[in-house]
């Protein structure tokens, strides 16, 4: 018979335990549970040594439950389930009637727009009001339940989890690479692009990588050139990519689609890229810890499904 101190000792690393288990990731579990990862791990190996059993095997980014694991994470989700849904029966509290979400006018027009319905699938056709603006931080945080952010700020009180990387890399469109001769497979240097037509915007609320930052991984961090076109947001410097204007710096998770289809090239064999660029920050009065948790899973498995172009990744 097992010690019942040593039962208390492992019980409160058990939703820790059951999370990793489940999404088979150390990653994956400190989203969905709104911690680190280091703290997931840690908590793990701390289970492991109370128990004096291994539960998981680790292969470089790999996990799977070992054979004393599985009879662990079985009797976990046995425990788990009836407790969850004991909770919904006798909790009082209620999701509110409309769930607001805030983001910049792009990532609303291009990336949320289109999974709109999945979202609203997510969270059991939940009502959601959709809040397109410029300027994210002058919104009344009273009125907002959920803003995509750009940068890791965060209003007083509120949750904030990294859901996406930042991937960006020199883009146009296959007839601008014609009338330029713009070889896709290589590498566009300083010199090069002063003699075409670069497509900027007013960055706002978006704050992908601008013209300076890209000019710095060339090695000319002392050097500009005037774009040819300013737009007032990143989805019309896209339309006018597309329509052969120029070359733009392309936010890949939101150009995915124009990629796979064609309709955009990748230019070269560098991007930018960041692990944790753009946030989700959340009012956890609005939402139950079970509903942002779902949510956080659905914007995370949304972001990994994004196809991307086969080509170095630069960290900056």
């Excluded at 990588?209 to 710095?216: A, E, K, P």
């Amino acid at each position: 018979m097992v010690k019942q101190s040593i039962v208390r000792a492992a019980f409160g690393a058990l939703p820790l335990f059951e999370a990793a288990a489940r999404l088979k990731s150390f990653t994956k579990a400190s989203r969905e549970l709104g911690l680190t990862q280091p703290a997931v791990s840690r908590r793990i190996l701390e289970l492991e040594r109370i128990l004096d059993a291994k539960l998981f095997v680790r292969r470089s980014n790999k996990l799977s439950l070992t054979p004393k694991g599985k009879v662990l994470f079985q009797a976990v989700k046995l425990g788990f389930d009836p407790i969850a849904a004991a909770i919904s029966k006798v909790s009082t509290t209620k999701e509110q009637s409309v769930l607001t979400i805030a983001c910049g006018f792009s990532f609303a027009s291009m990336w949320l727009q289109p999974r709109f319905e999945l979202l609203r699938e997510c969270l059991s056709g939940q009502e959601i009001q959709l809040v397109a603006a410029e300027r994210l931080d002058e919104l009344n945080p009273d009125e907002i339940d959920i803003r995509i952010l750009w940068r890791p700020q965060s209003w007083r009180e509120r949750e904030l989890i990294p859901i996406f990387p930042e991937e960006v890399s020199l883009v146009c469109s296959p007839e601008f690479a014609k009338a330029n001769d713009i070889d896709p497979s290589h590498d566009l240097g300083f010199d090069q692009l002063q003699k075409l037509r670069l497509i900027s915007y007013d960055h706002g609320a978006e704050e992908y990588c601008d013209w300076s930052s890209w000019f710095s991984t060339l090695g000319e961090r002392d050097s500009t050139i005037s774009p040819g076109y300013i737009y007032s947001n990143f989805m019309y410097a896209i339309q006018a990519t597309l329509m052969g204007k120029g070359i733009a710096i392309g936010f890949i998770p939101l150009i995915a689609e124009y990629l796979k289809n064609g309709d955009l090239l990748c230019i070269g064999n560098i991007v930018h890229h960041r692990d944790e660029a753009i946030f989700l920050e959340y009012n956890s009065d609005a939402l139950s810890p079970a509903r942002a948790s779902k949510l956080i899973s659905w914007f995370n498995s949304q972001s990994e499904d994004v196809e991307r172009p086969h080509i170095h990744l630069t960290t900056i």
